[in-house]
């Protein structure tokens, strides 16, 4: 029988800061779709509907700096309808509506325990405790997000001062996904000797922001080399990877609208979010 995509809002508590933060979980319905909106952007779910019987892997996405969950739907709801439940959480201070924390030693301390916390909120929420296998989960990271995906599976940043950023790595995460991950902060030797997770690593050939270095170092200081599946994205740009915006947005003057000459997006995300589900369905025994 098909599946379909349900929605909730969530709000996550971080009693650390005191502050609480969006998280959009989709996750597999029975329940036919409508178009809703959220915020700019529509989305084909049926919001708050019954979850389909089973118990799926939980994915955690987590976006680049001063970004927003939103612009990670295509793969979301791909993933969701296929058998996940997919938390898009926004990070308090980083991002589209408040960037204050951008460049901070706090922000490097925040964002793995945001998805720590959002790991939590959903293997405790009542709707989704029975559903989900949260000792089964992804994080799929774009940009600084995959700094933050690093940190989580036991990554040990620095800052750029040299000092160390506490982080708690956590156990429940099984696999990584990159997506022109932001690394810098992993340039000390041995910053990445504790990560042992596979990961799927995909680079831009053309991306300004994230260069080819920021992929050499997950390579090359990881403990097992194999464990990293990498694949360069011809003619992408670093924001290719984000959702196709809507036409009003496409601006020259709009960074995360725009992609290298000829690049496709649209083209791209028929394609993205098939090859990361085949990637996460091999890693949970799911093909």
């Known amino acids: 029988m098909r599946m379909f995509v349900g929605s909730r809002q969530m709000q996550v508590k971080d009693d650390t800061k005191d502050v609480s933060f969006p998280a959009l979980v989709l996750y597999p319905t029975r329940l036919p779709p409508t ?57 308090p201070g980083n991002n ?4 204050e924390l951008a460049n901070a030693h706090e922000n490097l301390e925040n964002r793995p325990r945001h998805v720590r916390l959002a790991i939590d909120a959903v293997a ?17 990271g774009h ?34 996904v990159l997506l022109a991950p932001a690394t810098a902060w992993y340039l000390p030797e041995g910053s990445l000797g504790n990560v042992t997770v596979p990961i799927l690593m995909l680079i831009a050939e053309h991306d300004a922001f994230t260069p080819r270095w920021h992929a050499d170092l997950v390579l090359n ?17 670093h924001f290719s990877f984000l959702s196709p915006f809507p036409l009003h947005m496409r601006l020259a003057n709009f960074l995360p609208s725009t992609d290298p000459e000829g690049f496709d997006r649209e083209e791209f995300h028929e394609w993205l979010p098939g090859e990361l589900l085949d990637y996460l369905d091999e890693r949970f025994g799911r093909s």
């Open 35 to 91: 178009p809703t909106a959220f915020g700019a952007y529509t989305i084909d779910v049926s919001p708050d509907a019954p979850v389909a019987d089973g118990r799926f892997p939980l994915v955690v996405v987590s976006h680049g700096s001063g970004g927003s969950h939103l612009l990670y739907r295509t793969i979301g709801t791909h993933l969701a309808k296929s058998g996940y439940v997919v938390a898009l959480l926004e990070h």
């Open 96 to 99: 589209r509506n408040n960037n």
């Open 124 to 140: 405790s929420d009542a709707q989704f405790s029975a559903c989900v296998r949260s000792n089964n989960v992804a994080i799929i």
């Open 143 to 176: 940009s600084m997000g995959g700094y933050t995906a690093l940190a989580v599976a036991g990554g040990t940043p620095w800052s750029e001062s040299r000092q160390r950023v506490e982080v708690v790595p956590d156990p429940r995460v099984r696999t990584l």
């Open 221 to 237: 200081g990881v403990p097992d080399r194999g464990q990293v599946t990498c694949r360069v994205i011809a003619n992408a740009g």
